[in-house]
């Protein structure tokens, strides 16, 4: 097992990254479970296959877990999954020092954080991610929310788990493309900011998707590890660093809002093609050498991701997609922050692109 530490003053807590941490969960979370009824909220494709395992381990430790088993699916990170979860928490009279285990992807992780945010003004949660994307990035750092009519993740808090367990065991159960989504999350780090750990990645990435143990818990722990740095640099996104881990998340975003946030095009998916976007943008610019970026898209497709824009078939040119990052919500007093490459491993934020060159820039994407 790899423990990871995110340092906060006066707030640390762990990761750990391995195998069996779900069928060994009275010990891992400890005295954080205080009390007998143990509240869970999941989502019902989750349930189905870890449900079992949770009930079983628990009531063999004397506890009583109480279950909330939501819709699978990014519609249930909205007012009413989170009426729902925070109702049913307050029925089950979860108090301040209590925590709430959220067991899934990230559409859980978020959802359930924000309701612990705001539940009794702020009570403990536990993080169980059960996706590769929830592992690597959204179980780590805080950021909770739900999504409003005007956009994804709009309205939430920062509010740090106590805990995060990533049980290598889930992704078994994970399907094939949300594993691959995930992985362009994992292939982020090494873009923005580690160019051995992308390196690792074009030599490594294809047997970690396969199933090679060792290779998932490498992929794991220097993912989070890296978060890790990046938060307890930088919490609250002021800074400019976290800000980083935006990379492909503008262009991406626009792919996820001209495909209407569907099954079209996954949210790993987007960030995938929009890292390529990103690299390529910067090639452009002079800022790296092309090279660097055809590496980038390379390392993308041997992942089964998305690498090219001309083959997402948009009917739309590229000032509609530009139009789409005015409603990004990164964007400030009027300008919109891009993370752009000087070369892989060096990601900076750029604040003086103009949408304008973005757009004409991604008319020649459309059509290559
Ligand atoms: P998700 O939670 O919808 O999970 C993807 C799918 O996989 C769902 O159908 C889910 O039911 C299923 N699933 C999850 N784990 C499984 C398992 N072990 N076995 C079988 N099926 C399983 O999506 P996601 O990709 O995990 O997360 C995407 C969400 O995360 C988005 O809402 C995004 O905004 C958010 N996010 C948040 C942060 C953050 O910092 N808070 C960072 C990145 C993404
Ligand atoms: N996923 C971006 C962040 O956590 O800041």
């Not at 536990?126 to 950021?143: E, F, H, R």
């Not at 409003?148 to 709009?154: D, E, P, W």
């Given at each position: 097992?790899?423990?990871?530490?995110?340092?906060?003053?006066?707030?640390?807590?762990?990761?750990?990254?391995?195998?069996?941490?779900?069928?060994?969960?009275?010990?891992?979370?400890?005295?954080?479970?205080?009390?007998?009824?143990?509240p869970i909220v999941t989502d019902a494709?989750?349930?189905?296959?870890?449900?079992?395992?949770?009930?079983?381990?628990?009531?063999?430790?004397?506890?009583?877990?109480r279950w909330l088993i939501l819709e699978?699916?990014?519609a249930t990170k909205s007012w009413d999954g989170l009426s729902r979860a925070v109702e049913w928490l307050l029925g089950e009279?979860v108090?301040?020092?209590d925590?709430i285990l959220a067991l899934g992807?990230?559409v859980i992780g978020d959802l359930t954080g924000f309701a612990a945010a705001i539940l009794k003004?702020?009570c403990?949660f536990?993080?169980?991610?059960?996706?590769?994307?929830?592992?690597?990035?959204?179980?780590?750092?805080?950021?909770t929310a739900i999504n409003?009519?005007?956009?994804?993740?709009?309205i939430g808090a920062?509010h740090?788990?106590?805990?995060?367990?990533?049980?290598?065991?889930?992704?078994?159960?994970?399907?094939?493309?949300?594993?691959?989504?995930?992985?362009?999350?994992?292939?982020?780090?090494?873009?923005?900011?580690?160019?051995?750990?992308?390196?690792?990645?074009?030599?490594?990435?294809?047997?970690?998707?396969?199933?090679?143990?060792?290779?998932?818990?490498?992929?794991?722990?220097?993912?989070?590890?890296?978060?890790?740095?990046?938060?307890?640099?930088?919490?609250?996104?002021?800074?400019?660093?976290?800000?980083?881990?935006?990379?492909?998340?503008?262009?991406?975003?626009?792919?996820?809002?001209?495909?209407?946030?569907?099954?079209?095009?996954?949210?790993?998916?987007?960030?995938?093609?929009?890292?390529?976007?990103?690299?390529?943008?910067?090639?452009?610019?002079?800022?790296?050498?092309?090279?660097?970026?055809?590496?980038?898209?390379?390392?993308?497709?041997?992942?089964?991701?998305?690498?090219?824009?001309?083959?997402?078939?948009?009917?739309?040119?590229?000032?509609?997609?530009?139009?789409?990052?005015?409603?990004?919500?990164?964007?400030?007093?009027?300008?919109?922050?891009?993370?752009?490459?000087?070369?892989?491993?060096?990601?900076?934020?750029?604040?003086?692109?103009?949408?304008?060159?973005?757009?004409?820039?991604?008319?020649?994407?459309?059509?290559?």
């Open positions: 097992m790899a423990v990871i530490s995110v340092e906060l003053a006066g707030r640390p807590y762990e990761v750990r990254v391995g195998a069996g941490l779900l069928a060994d969960l009275p010990a891992q979370c400890g005295k954080l479970l205080r009390k007998k009824r143990v494709n989750v349930a189905r296959h870890w449900r079992e395992t949770i009930d079983s381990v628990l009531q063999g430790a004397g506890f009583e877990p699978p699916g990014e009279e108090e301040r020092g925590h992807g990230g003004r702020g403990g536990i993080q169980l991610p059960t996706s590769l994307l929830a592992q690597v990035d959204s179980s780590v750092g805080g950021k409003s009519s005007a956009g994804k993740n709009l920062f740090q788990p106590s805990l995060v367990l990533a049980d290598l065991d889930t992704l078994e159960t994970l399907p094939p493309r949300e594993l691959a989504a995930g992985y362009a999350e994992v292939i982020k780090y090494g873009v923005l900011g580690d160019p051995d750990f992308f390196a690792w990645c074009e030599a490594n990435g294809p047997a970690m998707l396969a199933g090679d143990r060792p290779a998932r818990e490498e992929a794991v722990a220097r993912s989070v590890a890296a978060k890790a740095r990046i938060v307890a640099e930088d919490e609250r996104e002021t800074t400019g660093t976290r800000a980083l881990l935006n990379l492909g998340h503008t262009f991406g975003h626009a792919l996820e809002a001209e495909t209407g946030f569907s099954d079209r095009l996954l949210h790993g998916e987007a960030v995938a093609l929009g890292m390529v976007l990103a690299a390529r943008f910067s090639a452009l610019r002079g800022l790296m050498p092309q090279g660097e970026a055809d590496r980038v898209a390379a390392l993308a497709a041997a992942g089964g991701l998305p690498s090219q824009l001309s083959a997402l078939g948009l009917a739309c040119d590229g000032i509609r997609l530009a139009s789409h990052m005015l409603h990004d919500k990164k964007m400030d007093a009027g300008t919109l922050p891009f993370v752009l490459l000087h070369s892989i491993g060096q990601a900076f934020l750029a604040r003086d692109v103009k949408l304008e060159d973005v757009a004409s820039f991604l008319d020649g994407e459309l059509g290559a």
